[in-house]
């Protein structure tokens, strides 16, 4: 979708004209009846327990951002603090590559692994691969890397995947919308759907209505928030055809007073809220999610004067513009880092799961 189309369909899901989403609520009722011939047409292909390591899918019921992505990299960095060898499978949303699997490198371009496999690459060091068949991507992560647990991110959906567990992340504060599936509310599949799943990570401070509405379904409910970590500048100086990036610590206040924040983002409102919380005066841009920028949208923003700010996940694709466009070298744009603290019910959930699997040395 348009970042118009993406705008629309957050005010007819969750704005207070919501209730219009019951308009197309017959259109909604053909979505689900198809979703679950989809269902259970992957979950006859399924082939029970394949992998010799747990497959833990961390997924949401919900379009849009939830902050999933966050919740990954966080569950890689303290995995790997507990000696715990972790990989990551990905469709690779935003996309496209001409052979799959495909082994994410952290110097890759995100325009053919995807956004979101790029910046967990890059910011865990953790082996990821990508493929619209994320049983192929197990296989290859299996078979080639020395891995005791791998993190599917996003995958609720795609029953073809063995699973040994489910995280379902939930925005706190978007909850389930106007309640209604795809095209008339904003849910992949039914919020009953969260009854079947071993634990719901709600994403920031949750409205009353939102923890109701899950106590029908579970008694798992985990709270988290992604919080901001620091800045980083990014910059090609003058001279060289190299990006530099520098981290700045959020107490000395890099920027102050009025930014332009761009963001290619499923839910780039929490991004500007961030954003004017820690006290930025913040004119927004948005853009479709997993938007692929060229150095005409760089140079458009640049024109306003004002300080350039966006998200980690949208400056995994800024490198190639930066260092490729004259018209931009030693032009800073900086990036506000988020992480999510993985609540440590959470980790007891996983690391339970997760066993030194004599099997792995046969599976190569």
């Avoid at 118009?4 to 909604?28: D, H, I, V």
């Avoid at 060898?85 to 490198?105: A, C, E, F, I, T």
Wanted: proline share 5%; glycine share 8%; hydrophobic share 40%.
């Amino acid at each position: 979708m348009s970042s118009s189309q993406e705008t629309f369909a957050n005010t007819l899901w969750y704005g207070k004209y919501r209730w219009l989403g019951w308009l197309l609520s017959p259109l909604s009722l053909v979505f689900w009846f198809l979703s679950g011939l989809r269902r259970r047409r992957q979950q006859a292909k399924q082939v029970a327990s394949p992998f010799p390591v747990p497959v833990i899918v961390i997924g949401n019921i919900s379009v849009g951002g939830v902050g999933k992505t966050p919740l990954i990299i966080s569950l890689c960095q303290q995995l790997k603090e507990k000696g715990i060898n972790v990989g990551v499978v990905s469709r690779g949303h935003g996309g496209h590559s001409h052979r799959y699997p495909l082994r994410v490198s952290t110097t890759d371009n995100a325009s053919e692994t995807g956004d979101e496999p790029l910046l967990i690459a890059q910011l865990t060091a953790c082996p990821v691969v990508v493929d619209p068949d994320r049983t192929a991507a197990v296989d290859l992560l299996v078979s080639q890397f020395d891995v005791d647990i791998v993190l599917s991110d996003d995958g609720m959906q795609h029953y073809r995947l063995w699973r040994d567990k489910e995280i379902a992340v939930i925005d706190g504060r978007r909850g389930f919308g106007n309640g209604l599936v795809l095209p008339g509310g904003p849910l992949r599949e039914t919020s009953s759907r969260l009854a079947s799943v071993d634990a719901v990570v709600v994403n920031g401070e949750p409205a009353s209505d939102v923890l109701k509405h899950l106590a029908s379904y579970t008694n798992r409910v985990m709270l988290s928030r992604v919080q901001p970590i620091q800045w980083r500048k990014l910059e090609c100086p003058h001279g060289q055809n190299t990006l530099k990036q520098i981290a700045v610590t959020l107490d000395d206040n890099p920027l102050q007073g009025r930014v332009l924040a761009f963001a290619g983002i499923g839910n780039p409102g929490r991004f500007y809220s961030t954003l004017r919380r820690i006290g930025l005066s913040v004119d927004e841009k948005s853009f479709a999610d997993h938007y692929h920028y060229c150095a005409s949208d760089i140079l458009t923003m640049a024109e306003l004067g004002l300080p350039l700010v966006t998200t980690a996940k949208d400056a995994v694709k800024l490198a190639p513009i930066l260092e490729s466009t004259q018209e931009l070298i030693g032009l800073p744009i900086w990036v506000l880092d988020v992480g999510m603290k993985v609540p440590d019910n959470l980790l007891d959930v996983i690391v339970g799961n997760v066993e030194k699997d004599e099997q792995k040395s046969n599976y190569k």
